[in-house]
């Protein structure tokens, strides 16, 4: 990388990760954003490699990185800072165990002129976390959390209708998730990445009323920049840094609290980036899921109810690679009857993180 670029200044979300406190609702429609990588130049192996040991473990210190990728700290704190402020790597929180929503996946028809549209529609809505742009039987692809049944419902039957070039809506409610990864670039380390292995995530559910003001605050700050130092933690909450650190040690392995880096697959190498839903037979389903949930490409995935009974995202090299998992992997699992494959052509927001510019290119799109 030869210069430094800017950087899009996030705006902190307030409380809308803890459904326990109603008013923080109205901070969903606060926007974080990302800007996309089209117009970075290409990474070197250094840049890579920070950029994979970032994703295993967020916040790693810069001299565990230096270790796992064999330079010196000074050169990968640099390097790490500039991969930061010019938005290639964004790193937040994930949070999932104290969330209480439903979740629900939406697959919207409404045919290539419309879709950048209402993709667009879809990302700004705070209660939306992840929307792209897909090919195959559907035209966008979207993950909405709500309170309840009946809130999704509403959703559903009354709000989204209102956006413009909707023709068709499948929805899929989560029933439960069998994965969630961030590390699948860990291969650009190869054996050097398991100097960066934490113990494994354990998804315990938490009542959200067991978190008080500072743990909000914490997780507030902590969702705008997930390596946010113990100094400015304990500044923003105007609390003592042996308090902020006893707090947020609390919250990564006792409060389901989940630090992630988040990177466009393309930055980093990776062209395939697939959408899967899955019919099993049920009783092959746990099976079929772990199995999958095993596979490092794997990013995610979910059992539903509605369209499919699994939900499959799978981030690959090449598209020699899709062909290889699904006749070495996919093929060799019991009780799969059918596969819907999409590919995802634009993502314009994950985790919460608009992808700001996302789509250019693509304004004719809009009619």
Known sequence: MKQDRARSDPVPLGRDGIRAAPEGRDAQSATRSVVTPQSFEPLDQLDLEIAAALQIQARATWRQIAVAVGSNEHTVRRRGKRLLDSGIVRTTVIMDSILIEVRGLLQ?????????????????????????LVTGPFDVVAEI???????????????????????????????RTFKTSYDWSREILGERAASLDQPPFTDVKVDPASLDGIDRRLVDRLRVDGRTSIADLASSCGVTESLARRRLEHL???????????????????????????????ACLGQVAAALAARREVRYISATSGYRDLVCEVILR????????????????PGIRQVDTASELVTLKRAYFQVVGSGAGLESADG
Request: a negative charge; hydrophobic letters at 50%; charged letters at 20%.
């Open 108 to 132: 919207f028809t409404c045919g290539p002129v419309h879709a950048l549209a209402v993709g667009r529609a879809l990302a700004k809505r705070g209660d939306v976390r992840f929307v792209a």
């Open 145 to 175: 959390l709500a309170p309840t049944s009946r809130d999704l419902a509403r959703v559903i039957l009354e709000e989204l209708p209102a956006i413009p070039g909707i023709s068709g809506t499948t929805t899929e409610t989560v029933l």
């Open 252 to 282: 990564l392995s006792r409060s389901g609290v989940r630090p992630i880096a988040l990177v466009d697959p393309h930055v980093l190498g990776y062209d395939v980036e697939l959408l899967l839903w899955l019919r099993v037979d049920l």
């Open 318 to 333: 090449h598209q020699s690679d899709a062909y290889d998992f699904f006749t070495t992997v996919l093929a060799t699992l």
